[in-house]
């Protein structure tokens, strides 16, 4: 992980949308080349789609005071959809995305979470599972592209 005597996990606000843009298309650029789509929904977002977005639940981890890592979610019927997990590419597979996960699941205060990721994001598969995740089902999205739903309840 980063050196954590610098590290700060906060709520993300309108004024972190330039910086989690940034962020979000390097990390990002991996799934589309996975996917040889450049137009994933992440990666064609505008600003003003983003900073709207950041009206709702989100947290971001700074390290040294850089943007590493953040995640988004809602809240629906003690359900929490957490979306946009995000690591920096270059700090990927130090734990930040499952420390960013587990802090996102502890703030939502919901009884049961549920995240998407696409059927060859082997890695975020992994990691989920790891964390206590199960495929609950799978959707397609267009040609070529499922979407895998995984669930997880607070009780473990």
Same mark, same amino acid.
């Given at each position: 992980?980063?050196?954590?005597? *610098?590290?700060?996990v906060?709520?993300l !606000?309108a004024?972190d949308? +330039?910086?989690? @843009?940034? %962020?979000?298309? &390097?990390?990002?650029?991996?799934?589309?080349?996975?996917y040889?789509?450049?137009?994933?929904?992440?990666l *064609?977002?505008?600003?003003?789609?983003? !900073?709207?977005?950041?009206? +709702?639940?989100g @947290?971001? %981890?700074?390290? &040294?005071?850089r943007?590493?890592?953040?995640v988004?979610?809602?809240?629906n019927g003690?359900?929490?959809?957490?979306?946009r997990?995000?690591?920096?590419?270059?700090?990927?597979g130090r734990?930040?995305?499952t420390?960013?996960l587990?802090?996102a699941?502890?703030?939502?205060?919901?009884?049961?979470?549920?995240l998407?990721?696409?059927?060859?994001?082997?890695a975020?598969?992994r990691l989920?599972?790891?964390?206590?995740?199960a495929?609950?089902?799978r959707?397609p999205?267009?040609?070529g592209?499922?979407?895998?739903?995984?669930?997880?309840?607070?009780?473990?």
């Open positions: 992980m980063t050196d954590s005597t *610098t590290e700060i906060a709520p !606000t004024r949308a +330039g910086e989690l @843009l940034t %962020l979000q298309r &390097a990390a990002y650029a991996s799934e589309a080349q996975i040889r789509d450049p137009f994933l929904p992440a *064609t977002q505008s600003l003003e789609e983003l !900073t709207s977005e950041l009206r +709702g639940p @947290l971001g %981890l700074r390290s &040294a005071g943007l590493v890592g953040a988004r979610w809602s809240v003690g359900i929490a959809h957490i979306g997990l995000t690591v920096a590419p270059d700090l990927q734990g930040i995305g420390r960013l587990r802090d699941e502890e703030a939502s205060g919901a009884d049961r979470f549920e998407f990721t696409g059927h060859l994001s082997e975020n598969i989920y599972e790891r964390e206590g995740y495929v609950d089902r959707e999205l267009h040609a592209v499922d979407l895998v739903y995984l669930v997880k309840s607070a009780a473990g």
